[in-house]
Nanobody, 115 residues
Framework: QVQLVESGGGLVQPGGSLRLSCAVS????????VGWYRQAPGKQREMVAL???????RYAESVKGRFTISRDNAGNTVNLQTNSLKSEDTGVYYC?????????WGQGTQVTVSS
């Protein structure tokens, strides 16, 4: 069973930064894509950033220019560098991976942006 474990969440002031990491139990190059989703209170889960096996990235419009997704070339870690954080970035951030139509999710890590 694929396991994804997130770390790096926390409380940060507006304008601050956090680096989220996701440890994957299998080589991430086995997946079609990996990345991050988030869910704010009372809202639906939304895509934040994805990277496919070829290295092509996709970002939500709301985070472009502020967030950067990367992967460890050793093949087991996906990172999300979040900069210039805003209150609307608050939510639970989930690590995600997909092989064809099979999707895998982590348990999530809380990010709270507040002064």
């Amino acid at each position: 069973q694929v396991q994804l474990v997130e770390s790096g969440g926390g409380l940060v002031q507006p304008g601050g930064s956090l680096r989220l990491s996701c440890a994957v139990s299998e080589n991430i190059f086995n997946f079609n894509e990996v990345g991050w989703y988030r869910q704010a209170p009372g809202k639906q889960r939304e895509m934040v950033a994805l990277i496919n096996v070829g290295g092509v990235t996709r970002y939500a419009e709301s985070v472009k220019g502020r967030f950067t997704i990367s992967r460890d070339n050793a093949g087991n870690t996906v990172n999300l560098q979040t900069n210039s954080l805003k209150s609307e970035d608050t939510g639970v951030y989930y690590c995600y991976s997909r092989i064809l139509r099979r999707e895998y999710w982590g348990q999530g890590t809380q990010v709270t942006v507040s002064s």
